[in-house]
């Protein structure tokens, strides 16, 4: 090959190219990119999304599979064994899920919200899912991550206005979350976002910065009047039992003492008709068994006993016989 540089002609010699070497070359470098580009590895948390030309035609398990090289088969890993979360109105640095909270100007926006009786309240929820299908995940939904976020604050703040401001910081807090949770499962069924709910929960209920502090005082004169009412209950509780039951015990031995007398004055009133009766049959046999029963009682109630004559004026000393009054030798 010759070039003219100025007014000289210059020759220069070309190699000579092989084309042989050349296809074999370019035909190893083809069957490297294919041998690379021709298998894949699934984690063991996700599931790998097979697309030929852009449509979706497979979902593979966790491992090692082979796809279409060239381009032909893309793969998108989806981590549906993963349990993500999303933040509203705060947001925790470090996290993986690029949804999980958004700018903190966004952050005060989703946390102010009005209750139904016209107040405000400051509220930060966390919600928990997981992907169920990666299909629908993928390409029901323009950004399935973006319409949950919306999808969730727009249900809490129906739920927050549909309750008072002191039901949404203090007692209805419970209630707040199963009712969103529940909505919310609705809604991405609705939305076929490929999604499943697994939690919704309250983080920090506030009442606005400026009356904070005056909420709080209201809250502890809450709380003591509650504790107050606690102990007056509890104090109730201890002695309307003990009263009831010393009151029982009462009425208890009255009607044992009133039964008791009531028998024994059937008993003596039974024994006096007994007696009666068989007085009349032998009237002398009858007073003579009284006389001797009772003198068999009092009789022996006696220390010293004296026996007269009936005839007898008046009463002689006599020997006293017995072991005690024996002189000893």
């Not at 190219?17 to 021709?38: P, Q, R, Y």
């Not at 249900?155 to 909505?183: H, L």
């Amino acid at each position: 090959m010759r070039i003219q540089i100025g007014n000289e002609v210059v020759e220069i010699k070309t190699p000579d190219v092989n084309g042989k070497a050349i296809l074999g070359i370019a035909a190893a470098m083809l069957l490297l990119a294919a041998a690379f580009t021709s298998f894949y590895t699934v984690q063991v948390e996700e599931a790998g999304i097979v697309l030929r030309f852009g449509k979706h035609v497979d979902t593979k398990d966790p491992g090692l599979h082979f796809k279409l090289p060239f381009g032909i088969d893309e793969v998108i890993t989806v981590p549906v064994r993963r349990q993500q979360k999303q933040e509203f109105g705060f947001g925790t640095a470090g996290n993986s899920n690029a949804s999980q909270y958004v700018s903190p100007g966004e952050m005060e926006l989703e946390k102010n919200m009005v209750t139904g009786d016209l107040n405000s309240a400051l509220v930060e929820w966390v919600i928990q899912y997981r992907i169920s299908d990666p299909g629908k995940y993928l390409f029901k939904v323009r950004n399935a991550d973006a319409t949950l976020r919306d999808a969730s604050e727009s249900i809490m703040r129906q739920v927050v206005g549909d309750r008072t401001v002191d039901e949404v910081i203090t007692i209805g807090r419970q209630e707040i979350e199963s009712e969103c949770n529940q909505k919310l499962r609705e809604l991405v069924d609705l939305y076929e976002l490929g999604i499943s709910i697994d939690q919704v929960q309250l983080k920090n209920v506030n009442p606005p910065m400026p009356v904070q502090g005056s909420f709080n005082e209201v809250n502890q004169a809450q709380q003591e009047k509650e504790k107050a009412i606690n102990v007056a209950n509890g104090e109730y509780n201890r002695a309307v039992p003990k009263a009831s039951g010393e009151a029982e015990k009462t009425i208890s031995e009255a009607e044992g003492y009133a039964t008791q007398r009531i028998n024994e004055a059937e008993g003596d009133a039974n024994r006096f008709n007994a007696l009666f009766a068989e007085y009349e049959k032998a009237p002398e046999v009858t007073r003579r068994r009284l006389y001797l029963e009772s003198m068999e009682l009092v009789m022996p109630q006696i220390e010293k006993k004296v026996v007269i004559d009936e005839g007898a004026s008046q009463v002689l000393p006599f020997l006293q016989l017995t072991p005690s009054a024996l002189p000893t030798r």
